[in-house]
């Protein structure tokens, strides 16, 4: 059983379209997250969302919206996209309470061409 | 805010040996978790150890074990008998409790066992 999975792995589109990408956790975890993997590597964090908050990395543009229709689930839509935004996209999630490990999911890989 | 600084970009060893990455970080936090996650070719991303900052014993994982040292923050990873499956992106990762519960990640370091 895939504790964290997401759909597509693989998402090649034009600059200017919309697309989403799919998370869904079978932990019973409360929070999810989604990062972004640069092509050096470099890891960072978009978003935290429970049931009650959604914290937004400042750097992020508006353009990118999470969405969740429920706990299970945190989606990611882009809306206008960019050349910059290719990267692999990570969603993950945790149990709240702040200590708790985060568990990834396997990664979406999106290419704007 | 948050600073992780990983100071190895590349490193290699040979199987069986022993290898330590470097992890330091910046925070004016008292209250905080520390992580070790690999990231193979696969490009999974997968929890090696953690540490929460009020412990001072060392975490330890099986071949795996930390050197935390809180006053100098830094948090690295030894990984003993290293094996080839070992062979990763290894990323350290700082957590700061409460806000959104956020993982700032450093930059890596590249893991070759060779046989």
């Known amino acids: 059983d895939t504790a964290v999975s997401q759909t597509p792995k693989y998402l090649v589109t034009q600059m200017g379209n919309d697309k989403s990408i799919k998370c869904e956790q079978n932990?019973?975890?409360?929070?999810m997250y989604w990062y972004k993997q640069d092509s050096k590597k470099f890891l960072k964090i978009m978003f935290s969302?429970?049931?009650?908050?959604?914290?937004i990395n400042e750097t992020v543009p508006n353009r990118f919206s999470p969405k969740s229709p429920d706990k299970a689930h945190l989606n990611l839509h882009i809306n206008s996209l960019e050349l910059g935004d290719s990267a692999v996209y990570f969603c993950?999630?945790?149990?709240?309470?702040?200590?708790?490990?985060?568990?990834f999911g396997p990664g979406t890989r999106l290419t704007v061409l | 805010a948050q600073t992780v600084t990983q100071s190895q970009p590349e490193m290699s060893v040979q199987e069986a040996e022993t290898v330590t990455l470097s992890c330091t970080y910046d925070?004016?936090?008292?209250?905080?978790?520390l992580f070790w996650y690999k990231q193979p070719p696969s490009r999974q991303m997968i929890l090696v150890i953690r540490?929460?900052?009020?412990?001072?014993q060392n975490a330890t994982e099986n071949r795996f074990s930390v050197n935390f040292q809180k006053a100098a923050k830094s948090f690295s990873l030894k990984i003993s008998d290293s094996q080839l499956g070992d062979t990763a992106m290894y990323f350290c990762?700082?957590?700061?409790?409460?806000?959104?519960?956020?993982?700032?990640f450093g930059g890596g370091t590249r893991l070759m066992v060779k046989p």
């Open positions: 969302y429970n049931n009650k908050e959604l914290i």
């Open positions: 925070t004016s936090e008292n209250n905080y978790y």
């Open positions: 540490q929460e900052a009020y412990k001072q």
């Open positions: 993950a999630s945790s149990r709240s309470g702040g200590s708790d490990t985060q568990y």
């Open positions: 990762a700082f957590m700061k409790r409460g806000a959104g519960n956020m993982l700032t």
């Open positions: 932990l019973g975890h409360d929070t």
